[in-house]
C-alpha cells in the first residue's frame, strides 16, 4: 500500500490543470543560461550542465521504478504545489533548476585542475562541499513537506546514501565531463548519459508503464 505521501504525489501526477504560467519564464531562463554559455563557446561549462541534468534523469528514473517496485514510496517524492509533476520525485520546478545547476558550479571550477584547495584536489573539494550544501537545501525543503522521505535508508537521520548517491557522483561526473581533452569527448560522454536516459524511458516509461 502506498505511503500518504505516495499516493499524494500519483493524485497529481502529469496533470496538466496544475499548469501555471510562471513556467515559462523558468524555462526562458533556462535556455537563456544555456545560450550564455553558448555565445561564449564555453563548451565545458556547457557539457558539464548537460551532465549533470542527464544524471538527474538518472535518478529520478530509478526513483519511480522503485515505487512501482515496492508499491511504498520513492526514495524521494514531490508531493507538494507544483506546476507540473512529471516522475513521483520531479516536478517541473525542480527539472529546471537541475537543467542549470551544473552550469553554475562548473562556472566556479579553477582553471586548473591539478590546483589544491586545502590540500585537496579542487574538482574533489568542490564536488564534496557543493554536495553537502545541496543535502543541507533537501534537509530544509523536507522539514516543510516539499521533499519527503519514507525510507529509513534516505532520510536526515541517514543522510549518506543522499550525499554519494542524491549528489556526489553528479558533481564527479560533470566535472569529469567538463575536464575532458576535446568537445569530442565531453559531448560523448554527455551522449551516453541521455542515451541511457532515453532508452530507460521508453522501456520503463512508455513500454512497462512504471514511471
Known amino acids: 500500500m502506498p505511503a500518504e505521501s505516495a499516493a499524494q504525489a500519483l493524485a497529481i501526477l502529469r496533470d496538466g490543470s496544475l499548469f501555471q504560467w510562471y513556467v515559462i519564464p523558468l524555462f526562458a531562463f533556462v535556455v537563456y543560461v544555456y545560450f550564455a554559455e553558448i555565445e561564449r563557446r564555453a ?22 521504478i522503485l515505487f512501482h517496485a515496492t ?11 507544483t506546476a507540473y509533476l512529471i516522475l513521483i520525485g520531479l516536478n517541473i520546478e525542480i527539472c529546471f533548476m537541475f537543467a542549470i545547476a551544473g552550469i553554475t558550479f562548473a562556472k566556479i571550477l579553477p582553471p ?24 543541507f537545501v533537501e534537509i530544509l525543503l523536507n522539514a516543510v513537506g516539499a521533499l519527503t522521505w519514507e525510507w529509513p535508508w534516505w532520510n536526515a537521520r541517514m543522510p549518506l546514501l543522499i550525499f554519494v548517491f542524491g549528489y556526489l557522483y553528479f558533481f564527479l561526473v560533470a566535472f569529469w565531463v567538463h575536464d575532458r581533452p576535446t ?26 508503464g512504471w514511471l
Open 43 to 64: 563548451w565545458a561549462v556547457v557539457a558539464a550542465g548537460l551532465a549533470f541534468w542527464g544524471l538527474d534523469w538518472f535518478n529520478e528514473i530509478w526513483n519511480s
Open 71 to 81: 508499491g511504498f514510496a520513492p526514495a524521494w517524492g514531490a508531493p507538494g504545489k
Open 112 to 135: 586548473d585542475p591539478k590546483m589544491k584547495i586545502l590540500g585537496i584536489p579542487n574538482r574533489i573539494f568542490i564536488a564534496v562541499t557543493s554536495a553537502a550544501f545541496c543535502v
Open 183 to 208: 568537445n569530442r569527448a565531453r559531448f560523448g560522454a554527455v551522449g551516453v548519459i541521455w542515451g541511457i536516459d532515453l532508452v530507460a524511458v521508453l522501456v520503463f516509461g512508455l513500454g512497462l
